[in-house]
């Protein structure tokens, strides 16, 4: 497979060289600098008035409001004459599953809503043109669309959807995902991109071509609608592509490109997660390039194989290069599952950091990808879209109602306890505010570690106020602070407290070894309950590599062979484990 360029209509048009305007002679033509009266009429040009701009678009009513009625356009070609003149497009009100109508869906990024764009909008009753103004990443887009694509139809939310109209948005919005799992295919628009996404391009390139001639897989074939298609073997091959000169640049220069285009803000959108797992005929554009959906999967999980060395080893030259990776959620979302898809405390969590330019988004664009909230047509009411509410309102609903529907509080793993910024007036306590990056632990609650409760269902009877949550339970234990010193986990897996890395060795030695004896717990009982405290947040095997790029993380008492591991983790401090019994070394 080689990296097709889109070449742009410049490059075959020949009358690219034309901008629109048209440039006169500057020479002097021997004109008199004076002309007489009586052909001044002639020459002298006439008062002009400004041109009165076509009138801003209203949004005809669709047909109905109800599931799988929609609005499609259909791009213009532009004018030989003038490739620079701006979007037209024609708008018609449909319901293309029963209308037999094909069409794409544009996946991108916002970006800056105040650089807009205008376009120009008829509707297919003749009414038109009418001005839309639009980002000016989305009209970078549709630029590049109707050079291959006009006269095709397609979904675009920004222009599809009256976003002033708030009912309209909310039940549209309610069934995307059911709006690009019908599509004939999804268009992803990186964005025009840089020279060094540019060149990542092309390694992503070069790793698809190594690897389809290896396994004679085409790209199409890396993901279906169950997930990833690779077999263990196919990702052994990916493995061993680690080496100098594997594509053209060295290692080296090959995974800096790679970071440079998973840098890109597209990978780090809200909504994009159910628009890239809505379907599994997806092409990407990024600048004059396209690829395949399945080659940039494919230089992910190469890039992950890679990570723990180049993120280990910070290059101040490269600020972007321990963030240029694909976020490990849209990893976890191709792990072949049934059902598809993440439990939503899961899904909000991992997604914290991803951006959305409305913040009740964080919760509406992943209710399409969680596997926990039922059919849309039975979810309570803080499962669906509704942007008649304020962020608060939503959060709080939200949470609510995902008690009430599983009937345990998993939600509140989402709450900020971290940080101690002082809360809104008005915002509840528990309310998780998705809004706010906060540190994320991977494996923080899911998949669901803790059981404290022991399985006990909430009451259905448990009662909700304006700013209170009420629930029944029992006291069995409380719990004190031992110490205020920090715990740090640096590289290298080094426990750290302050500036010594025997942290563990410490909390052994001064906190907990003395409790054996005033409190009579035995040694063996409390070692494994120390065990099982430092790795609470899961356990993840080195051997799972590579068929599982981002390893297994299971709960503590689910892995094999934890005090061996253990054990050889402290062996590193203490050799000859003077500190405990020698029944127990």
């Known amino acids: 497979m080689s990296l097709s360029s889109q070449a742009p209509a410049e490059a075959n048009n020949p009358y690219s060289e034309f901008s629109g305007e048209y440039c006169g002679p500057t020479q002097d033509l021997g004109y008199p600098s004076t002309i007489a009266p009586e052909f001044a009429q002639l020459v002298t040009p006439k008062a002009t008035t400004k041109p ?52 794409e869906c544009l996946s991108y990024c916002w970006g800056n809503v105040m650089k807009t764009k205008r376009i ?30 006009a006269s095709s ?67 199409e074939e890396v993901v279906g609608p169950a997930g990833l298609r690779l077999s263990s073997e196919d990702l052994q091959i990916l493995w061993n592509y680690r080496g100098e000169n594997m594509f053209g640049p060295s290692e080296n220069e090959a995974y800096r490109y790679v970071t440079a285009f ?37 230089a992910a999980l190469w890039q992950a194989f890679l990570a723990r060395d180049y993120t280990s080893i910070p290059d101040p030259s490269v600020p972007h290069l321990t963030q240029g990776y694909l976020p490990e959620l849209w990893l976890g979302l191709l792990h072949t599952k049934s059902p598809r898809g993440l439990p939503m405390p899961e899904l909000v969590c991992r997604a914290r950091d991803f951006q ?9 664009a992943f209710l399409g990808v969680a596997n926990d909230l039922g059919l849309p047509e039975i979810r309570p009411t803080g499962f669906r879209p509704n942007y008649t509410m304020s962020k608060r309102e939503v959060y709080c609903a939200f949470a609510k109602d995902h008690i009430r529907f599983h009937g345990n509080l998993d939600i509140l793993v989402a709450v900020d306890t971290f940080s101690e910024r002082i809360l809104p007036r008005g915002d509840p306590s528990w309310m998780p505010d998705l809004d706010v990056s906060i540190a994320t632990i991977r494996g923080l609650g899911f998949p669901r570690k803790y059981n404290a409760s022991f399985s006990t269902a909430t009451h259905r009877s448990v009662t909700y106020g304006l700013q209170f949550l009420d629930v029944s339970g029992f006291i069995i234990d409380h719990v004190s602070a031992l110490t205020k010193d920090i715990i740090v986990l640096q590289r290298g897996l080094k426990v750290c407290v302050g500036d010594r890395e025997d942290a563990l060795h410490i909390l052994w030695n001064k906190y907990l070894a003395p409790k054996v004896s005033a409190r009579h717990v035995p040694v063996s009982r409390l070692l494994e309950d120390f065990i099982h405290t430092i790795t609470a947040t899961g356990f993840a095997s080195p051997n799972e590599f590579p068929e599982h790029p981002l390893g297994i993380v299971v709960p503590p008492h689910e892995a094999p062979s934890l005090k061996a591991h253990f054990a050889a983790f402290w062996s590193r401090y203490e050799p000859d484990f003077s500190t405990f019994p020698a029944t127990m070394a």
Request: with cysteine; aromatic share 12%.
């Open 52 to 103: 009165q701009l076509p009138p801003t678009f209203v949004y005809p009513p669709l047909r109905s409001t109800e599931r799988g009625h929609l609005r499609l356009i259909k791009l213009e070609a532009p004018s030989k004459y003038y490739v620079d003149e701006e979007i037209r497009c024609m708008l018609v009100s449909t319901e293309p599953w029963k209308d037999g109508l094909q069409y």
């Open 120 to 149: 120009h909008i008829t509707t297919n009753d003749g009414v038109g043109p009418q001005t839309l103004n639009i980002t000016a990443n989305l009209d970078s887009a549709l630029r590049k669309l109707r050079l291959t694509r």
């Open 153 to 219: 139809w397609l979904w675009i939310d920004a222009i599809c959807i009256n976003q002033d109209d708030l009912h309209e948005r909310a039940v549209q919005v309610g069934f995307m995902q059911e709006i690009y799992k019908f599509a004939a295919g999804v268009i992803i628009w990186l964005g025009e991109g840089s020279p060094e996404t540019a060149l990542g391009a092309r390694t992503i390139s070069g790793i698809c071509s190594r690897f389809t001639s290896a396994t004679l897989h085409p790209p």
């Open 262 to 298: 998973f840098s890109l803000p597209w990978f780090r959108r809200s909504w994009v997660l159910q628009e890239a797992f809505s379907h599994s005929s997806i092409i990407v554009y990024i600048g004059k390039y396209t690829l395949p959906w399945g080659a940039v999967i494919l």
């Open 356 to 364: 959305a330019t409305d913040p009740r988004d964080k919760i509406f």
